[in-house]
């Protein structure tokens, strides 16, 4: 069991208060998945900025800080636990570079024009709480809460996953076949760093959208490839997509207002959300993609 | 009463419910700011009413013995589960399981049930004013479930004696569930049951009749009382 969480603003009205909204859904979630919990936060930042999300571990920041702004030209740091975002214009292709060669010990947990990345071992509300959850504002996120079942506790093992530049994915859910298609995927030039089936997912869907398919269509062809139980959230820069498979074991429930769509494991997730009492709430059907944004 | 969750914790809320003082004649109550708690008003033993305002979580009235409860709002998974008398009324959308293994009672829902609805239901009225999703009426035992919309794939799927009645569209039956003929009893039973769930408009005639082919279990035209 696990517990998954997402919210993508339609309107402007509540993009200050979207770090707030989620911390409140994870925390709700704890129940379903206490053992990790991460989430991604979509941000528009100014054009031809990347933004790196890096775990640094037990590594000192400062000494951190003046190494890779020795490499790294015009890079501006912010470290929330351990965990930094680091911002800077250079390209993605260079900065993995760099950091793989020169920073083994820290993990890249994501990158891209919007995305930053979180996620620890640990009980949800202090996860959320040391990463200051409550203060980011933006676009979209998504989060998750996990009771591990395929591979161990760890940060690696936490969602959500990212594979691709400005992509994410979390999963309730497990899959049968991440073996057979991490063997494909890798063949195909995927690179995974971790034995989570999840992580396959992800990869999965970072491939095809490489291969210029819409999420939407991703998804519609991972219904098909994709064997087990899950309901998945995915987000790209200016996307957000649901999907459950044909049996629906995994639960998902959707509420939407005219300012937000909310989606959660549970409907308590969503309790303390803004007029969600009015919203149109609703179960996701087994087997059909439900998209919103590009 | 008024009993607000925001207030009390959902173990106060369900203990009180649970063991009324029975020389008290207040036997109404409103339950306030659910928000989507799990397990809410399971257990109940009392003829006594209930209104929900909002929505409710898991297994809400599981278990339920003559309590008529409402819930003004959607529910999630197993409402009514294992519901022995009693009337559960949802105003809004159900989850999953909706009625599973339950033995007796009402359970209207006035908007559509995803799937499994009524799963090995043992005696359970189940009327859903909307549609059901797949795998409804699966391995279901006795009762019957009226559904007014249409039903998804697997219909019925390895059932016993339960009456499944659909006015909408059967994506697929499952394996030994086949369309039955309606008899005049069935339209009598019909009748009764959609005026127990206020449905005016809707004639008898205008659903279809699912049930065992009983080529799936050992029917013993002996045991056919015990349904």
Redesign the interface.
């Given at each position: 069991m696990c517990g998954i969480v997402g919210i993508y603003l339609k309107t402007k009205k509540y993009e200050k208060s979207l770090g707030k909204m989620l911390s409140g859904m994870l925390n709700n979630m704890e129940s379903r998945g206490p053992d990790s919990a991460g989430f991604a936060i979509y941000k528009n930042e100014e054009k031809k900025i990347f933004k790196y999300s890096l775990c640094i571990g037990d590594l000192d920041f400062n000494k951190f800080k003046k190494e890779i702004s020795k490499k790294i030209n015009k890079s501006k740091l912010n470290q929330y636990s351990d965990h930094v975002i680091l911002k800077t214009p250079i390209e993605p292709k260079t900065v993995i570079k760099i950091i793989n060669n020169s920073f083994p010990e820290i993990s890249l947990v994501g990158y891209g024009n919007s995305i930053e990345i979180f996620k620890q071992v640990g009980n949800p509300k202090d996860v959320a709480k040391k990463f200051k959850l409550d203060s980011f504002s933006g676009t979209h996120g998504i989060g998750h809460t996990r009771m591990a079942t395929e591979s161990a506790i760890t940060t690696d093992g936490s969602h959500p996953y990212s594979t691709g530049k400005d992509e994410c994915l979390v999963h309730n859910g497990s899959l049968s076949n991440h073996n057979n298609l991490r063997r494909k995927l890798i063949k195909k030039g995927n690179i995974f760093n971790s034995e989570n089936d999840t992580e396959v997912a992800a990869g999965y869907v970072s491939n095809s959208l490489s291969n210029k398919k819409s999420l939407k269509d991703t998804l519609v062809s991972g219904l098909k490839d994709l064997d087990g139980f899950y309901t998945f959230i995915t987000g790209t820069k200016k996307g957000f997509a649901v999907v459950r498979d044909e049996i629906a074991c995994k639960p998902a429930v959707i509420a939407e207002t005219k300012n937000y769509v909310a989606i959660a494991s549970e409907f308590q997730a969503m309790a303390h959300l803004p007029d969600v009492n009015s919203a149109k709430i609703f179960e996701p059907e087994p087997g059909i993609v439900y998209s919103w944004g590009n | 009463m008024k009993l607000d969750l925001k207030k009390l914790k959902l173990r106060e809320v369900n203990e009180k419910l649970q063991s009324l003082d029975r020389k008290q004649n207040d036997r109404n109550f409103t339950i306030v700011n659910p928000?989507?708690?799990?397990a809410l008003c399971a257990g109940l033993t009392d003829e006594i009413n209930i209104n929900i305002k909002?929505?409710?979580?898991?297994y809400c009235a599981g278990m339920n013995q003559k309590a008529q409860i409402t819930i003004d709002?959607?529910v999630?998974?197993g409402v009514a589960e294992n519901m022995m008398s009693g009337k559960v009324h949802v105003k809004?959308?159900a989850?999953?399981s909706a009625g599973a293994t339950a033995h007796g009672g009402l359970l209207i829902i006035d908007g559509d049930a995803?799937?499994r609805c009524g799963i090995s239901m043992k005696g359970i009225n189940i009327i859903v004013k909307g549609s059901v999703?797949?795998m409804s009426g699966f391995m279901s035992q006795s009762g019957n479930m009226v559904v007014c919309g249409d039903a998804g794939e697997a219909l019925g799927d390895s059932l016993y004696e339960t009456n499944i009645y659909i006015r909408g569209k059967v994506k697929s039956l499952g394996a030994d569930c086949v369309e039955k003929k309606m008899d005049k009893n069935h339209i009598k039973k019909l009748n009764s049951l959609l005026k127990d769930a206020s449905i005016k408009n809707l004639k008898a005639e205008s659903f279809k009749r699912y049930g065992s082919a009983r080529k799936l279990y050992n029917f013993k035209i002996d045991n056919v009382s015990s349904y």
């Open positions: - | 928000e989507g708690n799990h909002g929505h409710v979580g898991y709002g959607n999630g998974t809004g959308n989850s999953q995803s799937s999703g797949h």
